[in-house]
């Protein structure tokens, strides 16, 4: 079985991460938590703010990023793709 | 124009019944595809809900060809004019040759899938040869669900290996599932031996879609 995580495992624990601390996580705090380069991170964060499953907000202590309803959305659906995609093999 | 009508006449309307269900299916997993495909981006979930759209697609012009053609038998009287004949033949021609490129699209894309091809040019090719033999040959029937089967073979030993490695239920019913479907296109082939094959076969593809809806229904209860 193979380690490496997929790309809707890593959305997953994105998301778990900020879900974690409350829905707002800093970009450092979501780095360490993320398990991901920095470069890595932030393509994912872009697209995930892209997707509008994450937005970025700027409060006085700093920039944080914070879950959207979609990003809710998907991580409750998880479990439901996680099997989908295990039933038809579509590991990438 | 002798096979134009390949079901018996009391079974007239209730393949297109067992039809809906396999195009209810194919929706299913083309949507949920294309859902999943939304949040990653990913193409291979791009070409699962294609796959099974195009699935879709051809039991929807299956069920209007069938209920057309039906529809027009049970209006003859005693005697049938010609024209009615040529028109019968044109709405049957023009019916199955868009169901078979649009199941063989399908079948092509899940397979393409399933053994990694991600050169375009070699499922165009498969494609290409594919429908040509399949829709255009004088033996279209037996071409298509020949072709149909070998390529649902394929495709089921591969979901078979996925589930050699998960061993879960759901990736034991997928794996069922193909090569029941891949059994169905084995049957009607014999279908001008005796309509009853038509009936069989019929019967065996409803199961595997039932298969695959059990599985769906397991998936979205998590």
Same mark, same amino acid.
């Given at each position: ?8 495992? %890593?959305?997953?624990?994105? #998301?778990?991460?900020?879900?974690? =601390?409350? @829905? *707002? ?23 995930? %703010?892209?997707?509008?499953? #994450?937005?970025?907000?700027?409060? =006085?202590? @700093? *920039? ?29 | ?222």
């Amino acid at each position: 079985m193979s380690l490496r995580r997929n790309k809707i495992q %890593i959305i997953h624990d994105i #998301l778990k991460s900020i879900i974690d =601390k409350n @829905g *707002k996580i800093k970009p450092t705090h979501l780095l360490y938590k993320s398990n991901l380069s920095h470069q890595k991170m932030t393509e994912y964060i872009q697209e995930l %703010i892209q997707k509008e499953m #994450l937005s970025e907000v700027e409060e =006085k202590s @700093g *920039k944080f990023y914070m879950i959207t309803d979609k990003g809710r959305t998907f991580f409750h659906e998880y479990r439901k793709i996680r099997e989908f995609i295990s039933s038809f093999g579509l590991e990438e | 124009m002798a096979h134009l009508i390949v079901s018996p006449y009391w079974f007239y309307g209730v393949d297109s019944l067992f039809e809906i269900i396999g195009m209810i299916v194919s929706l299913l997993i083309a949507y949920f595809s294309y859902k999943i495909y939304k949040y990653s981006s990913s193409k291979t979930y791009r070409i699962m809900s294609l796959a099974f759209f195009f699935i879709a697609i051809s039991y929807f012009i299956k069920i209007i060809t069938n209920t057309f053609i039906y529809f027009k038998i049970l209006s003859f009287e005693h005697f049938v004019v010609m024209n009615q004949l040529v028109e019968l033949n044109m709405i049957y021609t023009v019916g199955f040759v868009l169901l078979r490129v649009a199941f063989l699209m399908g079948l092509i894309l899940l397979l393409s899938l399933a053994l990694k091809i991600n050169d375009i040019k070699i499922i165009f090719l498969l494609f290409f040869f594919s429908v040509i033999t399949a829709a255009f040959s004088d033996y279209k029937y037996y071409i298509f669900h020949l072709t149909a089967a070998i390529l649902l073979v394929f495709i089921a030993r591969y979901f078979y290996k996925n589930y050699c490695e998960k061993r879960t239920g759901t990736s034991h019913c997928i794996f069922n599932s193909f090569a029941i479907l891949a059994v169905a296109n084995f049957i009607f082939m014999f279908v001008l031996l005796n309509n009853i094959f038509y009936v069989v076969g019929e019967v065996v593809q409803l199961v595997g879609y039932l298969v695959l809806l059990s599985v769906q229904v397991r998936v979205l209860k998590k």
